[in-house]
């Protein structure tokens, strides 16, 4: 069963990217967790360098995701880019390794009719940089988020939305699964060393 990482490019308490995610993880059938970028500090290669030691929040971001099996990453699009804390998340995982290989699948939100593309094709731009397996058939940019959300319940409640995060969702599972395999075959056609 796959494990899921999920990790929100917003920080605001009622943020519609969150809520978003928030429903995204109901609609995952496996174990899920959530990522907490807020407390990371500003990227700093003096911090991450030979015989540092990294501080505890980048340690924590990098375990979690070392042991997830497929990242979903949920963002919203700050003046048609990343949001900042976002981007800082993934610049503390670049040469650190555990998104290499790791299936993932990128979903903005916006009240404007784009969905979020811009971010959307900068954090796939990013990943793919990073070796991360994006998952294209996983990936959506979800436009007027807006109406499509609940305000009490904070998840979103139009038929369509939920519809399509299932689709996304099923994807990421079965490239996941694939990934899996195909590394598990991998080793197996090694030969043991003498």
């Known amino acids: 069963m796959t494990r899921l990482l999920a990790v929100s490019g917003s920080l605001r308490a ?3 990217n969150g809520a978003v995610l928030r429903s995204a993880l109901e609609l995952f059938d ?11 500090p500003h990227f ?7 015989g540092a030691t990294p ?7 990098r375990t979690a995701v070392a042991g997830a ?5 949920v963002s919203p699009e700050y003046a048609h880019g990343v949001p900042g804390v976002l981007k800082n998340a993934l610049d503390w995982l670049v040469s650190s390794g555990e998104c290499v290989g790791k299936p993932v699948a990128v979903i903005t939100a916006s009240p404007f009719p784009t969905g979020g593309d811009h971010a959307n094709a900068q954090l796939r731009e990013t990943l793919r940089m990073m070796t991360g397996k994006v998952v294209a058939d996983a990936c959506r940019e979800i436009p007027a988020i807006g109406p499509k959300i609940d305000p009490a319940t904070e998840r979103v409640t139009d038929g369509p939305t939920l519809a399509d995060l299932r689709t996304a969702l099923a994807h ?8 899996a395999e ?3 075959a991998a080793t197996a056609d090694v030969p043991a060393t003498p």
């Open 55 to 61: 501080p505890a929040p980048v340690a924590a971001l």
């Open 14 to 16: 009622r943020s519609a």
């Open 30 to 40: 496996g174990p899920t967790a959530t990522a907490d970028i807020g407390a990371l």
């Open 69 to 73: 099996d497929a990242l979903l990453i």
């Open 182 to 184: 195909a590394a598990e």
């Open 172 to 179: 990421l599972a079965t490239a996941t699964t694939e990934a």
């Open 44 to 50: 700093n290669p003096d911090l991450d360098g030979e």
